[in-house]
């Protein structure tokens, strides 16, 4: 079982949503799959129970701009994302981001079937490859700065993720930090990371000419 800080925070800030949330939001009734629940933990057992009708009505509540219907397919499969962590914090951090942007991605349309199997196909997938493209180093320096004005100017990210990016990879800030200073949660930061370090590993050529 891996005790770190990463999965003591997500575990911190999932007590303080079910508290906070009480029962699933009156738009999740459309769903009945999501219906005669008390809290999001009982949510979390109708996962368990009936997992492809609970995981289509969270995914489509995501998709439609729900970030907690999300978030809670999030922490249905954060034990997975543990397992495959191996004791190691920097591979559950990795796992953490990778997972956001896998459930973010998930094509539902194509796979509405075995979607938690397919969730953690696809989570070990993206972890199993050789370490992304060590274009952005963990330490600030002006390599990173570089790459990041250089990735910005050709257009390959945006205003907002070069931001998120120039926090964690800069100036250093963890993912939490980051979103307190963006007004964003960390899982959104966590997301723009993994994604924008991946487009830019895509175009690595490009930016080291």
């Known amino acids: 079982m891996v005790t770190n800080s990463t999965l003591a925070s997500l575990n911190l800030e999932w007590d303080e949503l079910v508290r906070a949330t009480g029962a699933p939001p009156l738009s999740w009734q459309a769903f009945d799959a999501l219906r005669g629940v008390d809290d999001l933990d009982q949510l979390l057992q109708r996962v368990r129970e009936r997992p492809d009708d609970t995981l289509t009505a969270l995914l489509t509540r995501g998709g439609d701009g729900d970030r907690l219907a999300w978030r809670v397919v999030f922490q249905a499969m954060l034990p997975k994302a543990v397992r495959l962590s191996r004791g190691s914090e920097e591979r559950l951090t990795e796992a953490v981001s990778e997972l956001w942007v896998a459930i973010a991605e998930y094509p539902l349309a194509r796979r509405p079937r075995s979607i938690a199997a397919n969730l953690a196909w696809t989570l070990q997938r993206r972890l199993s490859p050789p370490p992304a ?23 390959l990210i945006d205003a907002e993720h070069h931001r998120t990016l120039w926090l964690v990879y800069i100036l250093g800030l963890t993912s939490a930090a980051a979103a307190a200073e963006l ?3 960390a899982d959104l930061v966590r997301y723009r990371c993994s994604r924008s370090v991946r487009r830019l590993a895509g175009h690595a050529d490009l930016l080291a000419a």
């Not at 493209?133 to 257009?155: F, I």
């Open 183 to 185: 007004g964003i949660s």
């Open 133 to 155: 493209v060590a274009m952005l180093p963990t330490s600030p320096g002006p390599d990173a700065d570089d790459t990041l004005s250089q990735a910005r100017a050709l257009g």
